[in-house]
């Protein structure tokens, strides 16, 4: 029996749909409630879930526009039951097989040389549940090759998620055997390796010699693998400006890893090799495939503007006060408090103190009904190798100005190091960005969903302003702050901006509370 199923009303108004992606391909079997698909409006995307378990019939394409109503797939039934039961009665014979050969030979397993089979058999690794919402990750990279002895828990590989990064650790003891390439765009659940399971890495015999194409074959792999990247550290290194020559590789057979690349540095500019640059004239193109932090940032942002009322106010802050502190006393601070103290603690302490007085830009939007957090978790913008991330100062209010300086720089330098966890990225209450230091001098920013509201800082410059009648020139910085209209009003976001300003320039006001 066939179970069709149809796309279902998915919003007032929506009449059509697309087919964004297919987690099953045709042909495969799905579990009852199983998403198989993803499906998008113009407003916003919807998972779609198996009405059956069995054989799924896929009857309209990716990227097709189907409407409201329309057969999107079919799941044979029977065909599924079928496939299942010959499935265990394969399984069933397979064993009853070996237990008949192991009987046949008895005390077999004395005489000849330790087995995988005997130690354990084969254990398939399939990528494990790494954070609420994530459906796929990325191999970045191998850190142990094909053939290679692992030990339980020994990190075996790179994943990259479009939050964050994670490492791969061996399920047992044995000789891996990888199924995904580097590279490989891989759903949750899906096998990435096997493992032949064995206490201790099988030796050749010594009684016969390797054959000579083995030998060729090793040193071949050898010198292909030294100082050739792995296609994650290839990345970084193209955006850091690295020839691959220049750095040593730390992985088998001297292959350059994601952390060696993360770690080295650029040349200096008279250090710089030469590279052939593109003709004058030249019209060539190269394509490169999103990575799954890109698309993620793409779709959030789009929906972002899409279903917030977003509005931006701006102001300006007299940096002189700031500076005058931090040129007193940077040093003393940073021979106490072993930190740098920068711009970002005085921002956050006074986004802190304000956002108490005006709660409103500190709550969230819950369907029908305000959030309201007695707590700031200030999210901090960083732009990292693989992209922007927002990783998360928890209870901020709570923060020295040494506890502020802390925490940005741990959490920038996981960022650039791809370390940061889903728990480091997720639960912000407000965010702080600082386009000024690439130079911006004004922006609009996006608000980071489900919060309300965004700080956007940026770069100082010497204008001339009026103080006490008298033009002067100070070091001015313009503020933005974007808003969802919907929860909080004019007044409250101009309020809550020009009560950050005041700090700012009367730091003197934060350590009073005035």
Same mark, same amino acid.
């Given at each position: ?23 099953? /391909? ?11 698909? $993803? ?27 189907? $409407? ?7 799941? &044979?039934?029977? @065909?599924?039951? &079928? ?12 064993? $009853? ?5 192991? /009987? ?43 053939? &290679?002895?692992?030990?339980?828990? @020994? ?62 074959? %090793? ?18 290194? %193209? @955006? ?51 990575? %799954? ?63 108490? @007085? ?58 650039? &190091? ?97």
């Amino acid at each position: 029996m066939s179970v069709e199923i149809k796309v279902p009303q998915v919003g007032e108004s929506i009449t059509e749909v697309t087919i964004s992606e297919w987690f099953k /391909k045709d042909g495969d079997y799905v579990e009852l409630d199983e998403i198989i698909c $993803e499906l998008e409006s113009d407003k916003a995307s919807f998972e779609l879930n198996a009405e059956a378990a069995g054989v799924l019939k896929i009857k309209a394409q990716e990227g097709e526009t189907v $409407e409201i109503g329309a057969v999107i797939c079919e799941i &044979d039934t029977a @065909e599924g039951v &079928d496939s299942k039961s010959e499935e265990h009665t394969e399984t069933s014979k397979s064993s $009853e097989e070996q237990q008949e050969k192991e /009987k046949a030979v008895p005390g077999a397993d004395v005489a000849a040389a330790p087995s995988v089979a005997e130690a354990g058999g084969v254990i398939e690794m399939r990528v494990p549940e790494v954070g609420e919402s994530i459906t796929e990750v990325t191999l970045a990279s191998w850190i142990k090759q094909d053939g &290679d002895y692992v030990e339980l828990d @020994e990190n075996i590989a790179d994943i990259d998620s479009d939050k964050a990064s994670f490492e791969l650790p061996a399920e047992a003891n044995g000789i891996l055997r990888p199924v995904a390439q580097e590279g490989d765009v891989l759903e949750i659940g899906a096998l990435i390796c096997k493992i032949e399971v064995t206490d201790k890495a099988v030796e050749a015999p010594k009684d016969k010699p390797a054959p000579e194409t083995t030998a060729k074959q %090793s040193s071949t792999d050898e010198n292909y693998a030294k100082g050739h990247p792995s296609p994650a550290a290839a990345k970084i290194l %193209s @955006e850091k400006g690295i020839l691959p020559d220049s750095v040593a590789g730390s992985g088998v057979g001297g292959r350059i890893t994601k952390q060696d690349a993360a770690a080295a540095k650029a040349p200096e500019a008279d250090e710089m090799p030469q590279v052939a640059s593109t003709p004058a004239g030249s019209r060539q193109q190269r394509r490169e495939k999103m990575s %799954s932090l890109r698309k993620t940032i793409a779709r959030r942002l789009v929906a972002a503007k899409n279903e917030t009322a977003m509005l931006t106010t701006f102001n300006e802050v007299d940096m002189k006060p700031i500076m005058d502190i931090r040129s007193k006393y940077k040093e003393k601070f940073k021979d106490k408090k072993e930190v740098g103290l920068g711009f970002m603690s005085f921002f956050t302490k006074a986004v802190c103190m304000a956002l108490q @007085e005006w709660p409103a830009v500190n709550a969230t939007l819950d369907e029908q009904e305000i959030v309201y957090n007695d707590f700031c978790d200030i999210s901090i913008a960083v732009s990292s190798p693989r992209g922007l991330v927002v990783p998360v100062i928890r209870n901020a209010e709570s923060l020295s100005f040494e506890g502020i300086e802390k925490e940005v720089v741990r959490l920038a330098t996981k960022a650039r &190091d791809g370390k940061l966890t889903i728990e480091e990225m997720t639960g912000g209450t407000f965010t702080i960005t600082n386009g000024g230091i690439f130079g911006s001098m004004l922006s609009t920013p996006i608000i980071n969903q489900p919060q309300s509201a965004i700080l956007g800082m940026h770069n100082i410059v010497e204008r001339p302003v009026a103080v006490n009648g008298e033009i002067v020139i100070r070091p001015i910085m313009y503020v933005a702050v974007s808003y969802d209209h919907r929860i909080i009003d004019g007044r409250e976001s101009v309020s809550f901006l020009y009560r950050v300003k005041e700090f700012l320039e009367d730091p003197t006001r934060m350590l009073v509370g005035i």
